[in-house]
């Protein structure tokens, strides 16, 4: 008997089986019901709400996990299943007037998805539908940076979490979902954290410690407060650099792995190298920097690491921002002119100006270049190419790599007497000879704080011997 197959069963029996087979599934999946309801915190009456607020997705026959919130990371990078859509981060956007949620995406962009959005408000999940818009700025890549506006629905003014799927997923998947944070929950227009912070994007292989030094001492000297560093890999010597700034307070590591989703290209056109997505996705995570900070921080400041922006009246930016705002108007995003001083040549014969050889000869056992060696520019071929800024981050709805996207105020190219930028890096104009090269020393007038600076972190960080003083 206990060996029959079903089929094999007197068809009484059968009957009375198939009732308690399904008196079975309907108390497990109450069962189910009820356990999803206590884990995911939602109360009875928040899972009608769902119901209803889902109606337009059929909802899922078995209900076997509650909602998952992605692990706490600072990008977690969540692909939507059955697209090629990769969300960054999410923002609430207070400044539209219309209450919307911004998710940060990377988007196919050949790609057509009709986004929903999941809300977590308070006790209850709502929905509502994304419209996509994908920046301008994709340099022809078949990937591009995008941003899913999310509206909010009615009395949900302050989701924590958002979640984004295809419409076209399958009720089932909606199980699965992962739930992002949504940050900037409070606008704040009159007291920040910070000044300054700068963002410096996609540290790729990087080995240049002694420029990296330099630079997070010279923003110091300029009133910099807090340096985001978007981070795929690098030498264990800048590692340990960063480790020391980040544990100062300076410095924020973000891990940028989108090289785990994507074939991050490392040009900036295809044809500069082959890849999916524009300069190891540049974007966005410039655009997740100036949102990040955008309650955190008065300016930001969008550049380079072997690029600083140096005013020629005043030392720091502290004193700088004033005259700007005074001469350019307020909220404007400041572009400075981008002047290159090659360190791949070596400086013209007569130079008798560089720093004295004694401040720097500890110096030459660390990796990488030092920006005092180098104080000879080329001289400049179009005013305003390739400029890098600083901005309200507030005024800024979208960036990119030389200026703002989308911005209030629009933006003013900074007079050269008021300040530019010093971009310390190999040589553009390989045809000049260093005749034709100029001298800047502006750096030098930092160099009694700077060199000290320096050599306190090199030997704190265990670069230089503890006792060695030049
Ligand atoms: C994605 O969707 C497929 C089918 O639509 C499903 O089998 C799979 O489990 C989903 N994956 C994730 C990670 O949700
Ligand atoms: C920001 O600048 C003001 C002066 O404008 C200064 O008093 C304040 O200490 C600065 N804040 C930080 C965090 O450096
Ligand atoms: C990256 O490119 C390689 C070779 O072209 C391909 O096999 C791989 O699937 C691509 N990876 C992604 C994530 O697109
Ligand atoms: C550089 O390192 C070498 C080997 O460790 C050492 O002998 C030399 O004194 C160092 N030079 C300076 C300038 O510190
Ligand atoms: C350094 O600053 C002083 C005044 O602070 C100024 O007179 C001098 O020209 C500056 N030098 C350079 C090279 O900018």
Not at 8 to 35: A, G, H, M, N
Not at 104 to 122: D, K, P, W
Not at 184 to 192: H, I, P, S, W
Not at 338 to 360: A, E, G, R, Y
């Amino acid at each position: 008997m206990f060996m029959m197959g079903h089929n094999q069963l007197p068809p009484r029996l059968k009957k009375f089986r198939r009732l308690v087979y399904i008196s079975q599934v309907i108390t497990i999946l109450s069962f189910t019901l009820l356990l999803w309801t206590y884990r995911s915190n939602m109360t009875f009456q928040s899972w009608t709400q769902y119901y209803q607020a889902t109606s337009e997705i059929p909802l899922p026959v078995q209900l076997t996990v509650p909602p998952k919130h992605v692990p706490e990371q600072k990008v977690p990078f969540v692909a939507v299943n059955g697209t090629q859509t990769l969300l960054v981060s999410a923002y609430l956007e207070h400044r539209t007037g219309k209450g919307e949620v911004r998710v940060i995406a990377v988007v196919l962009r050949s790609e057509t998805v009709v986004y929903h959005c999941l809300f977590r408000c308070q006790e209850q999940l709502r929905i509502s539908e994304g419209v996509s818009d994908i920046h301008s700025d994709h340099f022809g890549f078949a990937y591009g940076t995008a941003d899913i506006m999310c509206p909010l629905p009615s009395s949900c003014e302050t989701p924590s979490h958002i979640a984004v799927t295809s419409a076209a997923a399958n009720s089932e998947d909606i199980l699965h979902i992962e739930f992002l944070e949504v940050k900037n929950q409070k606008a704040q227009n009159d007291f920040f954290p910070y000044n300054f912070t700068v963002c410096l994007s996609t540290m790729f292989e990087f080995t240049n410690v002694l420029q990296l030094v330099q630079s997070l001492e010279m923003l110091q000297l300029l009133g910099v407060n807090r340096v985001v560093v978007y981070k795929t890999s690098s030498s264990p010597e800048t590692q340990r650099i960063l480790d020391y700034y980040t544990y100062k307070g300076l410095v924020e590591v973000i891990p940028w792995s989108l090289s785990r989703f994507l074939n991050v290209s490392r040009g900036w056109l295809p044809l500069h190298g082959p890849g999916d997505l524009h300069y190891f996705g540049q974007i966005p995570a410039l655009n997740d920097c100036v949102y990040r900070h955008m309650y955190q921080s008065r300016y930001v400041a969008l550049h380079d690491l072997d690029e600083l922006i140096l005013a020629q009246s005043v030392k720091s930016w502290l004193e700088l921002l004033p005259l700007l705002e005074k001469k350019y108007g307020a909220d404007k995003c400041y572009l400075f002119e981008n002047n290159v001083f090659p360190n791949t040549v070596p400086p013209p014969p007569t130079s008798q100006t560089l720093p004295p050889q004694s401040c720097c000869r500890s110096w030459q056992n660390v990796s990488g270049v030092n920006i005092l060696a180098h104080l000879y520019q080329e001289p400049i071929l179009n005013s305003y190419e390739s400029t890098k800024y600083i901005v309200n981050p507030r005024a800024v709805f979208s960036a990119t790599v030389h200026g703002p996207l989308s911005s209030l105020k629009g933006y003013s190219f900074v007079d050269r007497n008021i300040a530019r930028m010093y971009h310390t890096r190999a040589a553009k104009q390989t045809e000049l000879t260093p005749d034709q090269l100029i001298y800047d020393g502006r750096l030098l007038n930092y160099s009694t704080q700077l060199i000290p600076n320096v050599d306190t972190v090199l030997r704190k960080s265990g670069l230089l011997p503890e006792h060695n003083i030049h």
